[in-house]
């Protein structure tokens, strides 16, 4: 249950348009903000049932999924603080940012974004066996709050425990995923398994083992297409090489992404998305940054080579860690830096025209939308 309210209907006011054929009602205030769908639930009943429907919020979730907006995380960078705010930034006039009210407790450690799906922001915390994981409307103030506790054989030395997230097209419904790695008692060999949690059926409902060289390793995972993401790496006769790792969350099943034929000439990769499409981010030595992203989800011949930035070209001497964020109207990218600043790309030019830096350290962000989901 999710928790945070909403004004009440008004039970004394007429509203005279419920004259209005439904269907044109609904594709009105399908195109309006949902600050101001809020408000208008307290007006009648009528407007309340309306706005309040499966098929409308359905409705009005894919007039939102057109519009992307930024969220930003701020983090007090004090020793021992867990101080934590976030902010709707909006670039495509001026570069500004506003303020969100989240309505949460944030005492004990931060927060950490793991994702954004239909409007929800995913955020997890916590320690090696047990997280507290928060699905969160920024735009309708409410909340969802639900414990991860891991379950071992008594006395299992636990080493590592990963809490990423994802949304299942295919069910409608964002799921939150547990890597677990340990070792039984008396024994030195590890062991790795996974659970997957259901919002909508609020039950941890899957668990299996699978192959403890396919964990997460350091970087960002994205989902893309149903599935999570992350890059893994593969020990090649004397090589590393790298693998981009998928967990497909509606058959619970594990995949290898083909990936670009030279992302194993990289000295570090991360991944990305951009426009809905899985990107791949390769930094070359200490003097350039690629883009790769993968316009057909699956095809290895559809990767295609975005960007390519220089660190001359934007004032750094060595890689810095390059995320890309969103297309813009006007179709160039926006990339965050080294979590402390943004910079636009024109894709034509093959330059940057513009940056904007928070002032504060320790900045996450993550594209999402405004929906009453």
């Not at 034929?261 to 930094?283: P, Q, T």
Request: aromatic share 10%; with cysteine; glycine share 6%.
């Amino acid at each position: 249950m999710f928790q945070g309210s909403y004004p009440k209907a008004n039970d004394d006011v007429i509203f005279y348009g419920s004259d209005v054929p439904p269907e044109v009602l609904d594709e009105i205030l399908s195109r309006l903000p949902v600050k101001s769908l809020l408000r208008f639930r307290s007006v009648s009943k009528h407007l309340c049932a309306v706005i309040d429907s499966h098929h409308f919020i359905n409705q009005h979730l894919n007039q939102s999924l057109k519009m992307n907006k930024i969220l930003i995380q701020l983090k007090d960078s004090t020793p021992g603080s867990s101080k934590c705010s976030f902010y709707s930034l909006n670039w495509d006039s001026s570069p500004h940012y506003e303020k969100l009210e989240s309505p949460f407790d944030q005492s004990g450690p931060v927060y950490r974004i793991m994702g954004s799906f239909n409007g929800l922001i995913c955020l997890a915390r916590g320690y090696t066996t047990r997280h507290d994981i928060l699905f969160w409307n920024p735009s309708t103030k409410r909340y969802k709050l639900m414990k991860s506790v891991g379950r071992y054989p008594p006395g299992s030395k636990i080493r590592l425990t990963i809490v990423r997230a994802g949304y299942d097209h295919v069910s409608g419904d964002c799921k939150v995923v547990r890597f677990s790695h340990y070792s039984r008692p008396g024994s030195n060999l590890v062991c790795c398994k996974v659970n997957v949690y259901s919002l909508k059926l609020d039950v941890w409902q899957f668990e299996q083992e699978f192959p403890c060289s396919i964990l997460p390793l350091q970087g960002h995972d994205v989902c893309v297409s149903g599935s999570i993401h992350w890059v893994g790496m593969q020990n090649s006769g004397s090589n590393m090489k790298y693998l981009i790792v998928a967990f497909v969350l509606h058959s619970q099943s594990f995949e290898f992404v083909p990936q670009p034929e030279s992302i194993n000439g990289c000295v570090a990769i991360d991944l990305g998305i951009l426009g809905g499409r899985l990107c791949v981010v390769c930094c070359h030595e200490k003097f350039s940054v690629d883009v790769w992203v993968m316009m057909k989800y699956g095809v290895k011949e559809s990767w295609r080579k975005l960007i390519a930035l220089k660190m001359t070209d934007i004032g750094f001497r060595t890689s810095p860690c390059v995320r890309p964020i969103s297309y813009l109207k006007n179709g160039n990218v926006l990339l965050q830096l080294d979590r402390k600043s943004f910079i636009e790309y024109d894709l034509e030019k093959k330059t940057f025209t513009k940056s904007f830096s928070s002032g504060m350290p320790c900045l996450t962000s993550c594209v999402y939308q405004e929906t009453l989901v």
